[in-house]
């Protein structure tokens, strides 16, 4: 049948593509692709675009890429780190969680890099679950961008992809890094005060960061100023168990925060009825139940960061 052969062709080329060293050109891209004008998105490496895989109709996203961004070498060539890093947690055994790229290409002014896209997707939070986190650092990259808009729920399926590597960088667990590619809100504090962070405490910082943006609609901490300062403010209708957690992700050191193992055990997130890490129940606590739900349903309604804003309780 037709659709099966140009499913047999799909997969002919992706396997074309991925064995070429050298990065394929513009010419190249036109034969394989189509792109829009429609933007999907843009972050501070480039744009994505709205594209179609022209052997399937397939919908795709399209990465614009410049010159002026963290090179690494790939099959001997020198590439953006980003499509180093994507092929990594690309390659095989693949998994669902980690957006995958399908083909990269060496343009004029730049580059492209093609990935799948979920044809129906949102922001959301759900990352907490850890299986992206979990995912990329079995494959030794570290993400650097934890934030809403670069997680993705497929609605159809219901699973979410973690997209946008341009961050990102090779996972060395003791190493000191002194660059932070990410935003800038959503970074540790170490890298104001010491000049330095590991890559593991800040992204538990992000995840605090992102948890704390979803329950009150926008980030706790405005500039860097405001982040060395950590003054934390809550909603009066949150449960101790959702502050409980956000405060132990967002510690004053990177040394008193959680690991992900930690976070998955709180018991905020399995809505045990002691919802702090170790603070008995008692008369006027509220019922954990009822409150991991609520605070649950806020994060499910809110598709945005921005979106919290407009919530009722």
Same mark, same amino acid.
């Given at each position: 049948?037709?659709?099966?052969?140009?499913?047999?062709?799909?997969?002919?080329?992706?396997?074309?593509?991925?064995?070429?060293?050298?990065?394929?050109?513009?010419?190249?891209?036109?034969?394989?692709?189509a792109?829009?004008?429609?933007?999907?998105? =843009?972050?501070?490496?480039g744009?994505?675009?709205?594209?179609t895989?022209? *052997?399937?109709?397939?919908? /795709?996203? /399209?990465?614009?890429?410049?010159?002026?961004?963290?090179?690494?070498? &790939?099959?001997?060539?020198?590439?953006?780190? =980003?499509?180093? &890093?994507?092929?990594?947690?690309?390659?095989?055994?693949?998994?669902s969680?980690?957006?995958?790229?399908?083909?990269?290409?060496? #343009?004029?002014?730049?580059?492209?890099?093609?990935?799948?896209?979920?044809? =129906?997707?949102?922001?959301?939070y759900?990352?907490?679950?850890?299986k992206?986190?979990?995912? *990329?650092?079995?494959?030794?990259?570290?993400?650097?961008?934890?934030?809403?808009?670069?997680? /993705?729920?497929?609605?159809?399926?219901?699973?979410?992809?973690?997209?946008?590597?341009?961050?990102?960088?090779?996972?060395e667990?003791?190493?000191?890094?002194?660059?932070?590619?990410?935003?800038?809100?959503?970074? @540790?504090?170490?890298?104001?005060?010491?000049?330095?962070?590991?890559a &593991?405490?800040?992204? #538990?910082?992000?995840?605090?960061?992102? &948890?704390?943006d979803?329950?009150?609609?926008?980030?706790?901490?405005?500039?860097?100023?405001?982040?060395?300062?950590?003054?934390?403010?809550?909603?009066?209708?949150?449960?101790?168990? *959702?502050v409980?957690?956000?405060?132990? *992700?967002?510690?004053?050191? @990177? =040394?008193?925060?959680?690991?992900?193992?930690?976070?998955?055990?709180h018991?905020?997130?399995s809505?045990?009825?002691?919802?702090?890490?170790?603070?008995?129940?008692?008369?006027?606590t509220?019922?954990?139940?009822?409150?991991?739900?609520?605070?649950?349903?806020?994060?499910?309604?809110?598709?945005?960061?921005?979106?919290?804003?407009?919530?009722? @309780?």
């Amino acid at each position: 049948s037709r659709t099966m052969r140009n499913h047999i062709l799909c997969y002919i080329l992706r396997k074309a593509h991925f064995h070429i060293s050298s990065a394929l050109t513009m010419d190249m891209f036109s034969k394989s692709y189509a792109m829009t004008s429609t933007r999907l998105g =843009e972050g501070g490496f480039g744009a994505v675009y709205l594209g179609t895989r022209l *052997c399937d109709g397939k919908p /795709v996203a /399209v990465k614009k890429v410049s010159s002026m961004v963290r090179f690494d070498t &790939l099959h001997g060539d020198q590439v953006p780190l =980003e499509i180093v &890093l994507l092929s990594r947690v690309s390659s095989q055994p693949s998994f669902s969680g980690v957006i995958r790229m399908l083909d990269y290409y060496r #343009v004029n002014d730049g580059w492209l890099i093609v990935t799948e896209k979920p044809e =129906e997707s949102q922001d959301l939070y759900d990352y907490i679950t850890s299986k992206q986190y979990r995912h *990329c650092h079995s494959r030794r990259v570290v993400h650097m961008d934890i934030k809403d808009e670069n997680l /993705v729920l497929d609605m159809r399926t219901g699973k979410l992809k973690l997209i946008d590597f341009g961050s990102g960088d090779f996972l060395e667990i003791d190493k000191l890094y002194t660059t932070f590619y990410g935003t800038s809100v959503y970074g @540790p504090p170490e890298r104001i005060t010491r000049g330095s962070y590991h890559a &593991l405490t800040s992204e #538990v910082w992000s995840i605090g960061i992102l &948890l704390y943006d979803m329950v009150h609609g926008d980030v706790p901490f405005g500039d860097d100023k405001a982040i060395a300062q950590r003054k934390l403010f809550f909603r009066s209708d949150l449960s101790k168990g *959702c502050v409980d957690l956000i405060e132990w *992700c967002l510690s004053r050191t @990177p =040394e008193a925060q959680p690991n992900v193992k930690e976070i998955l055990k709180h018991p905020w997130m399995s809505g045990q009825k002691d919802e702090t890490r170790g603070a008995p129940g008692g008369p006027g606590t509220e019922s954990p139940t009822h409150a991991t739900r609520r605070e649950s349903g806020r994060l499910t309604r809110c598709t945005t960061s921005r979106a919290c804003s407009s919530q009722t @309780p």
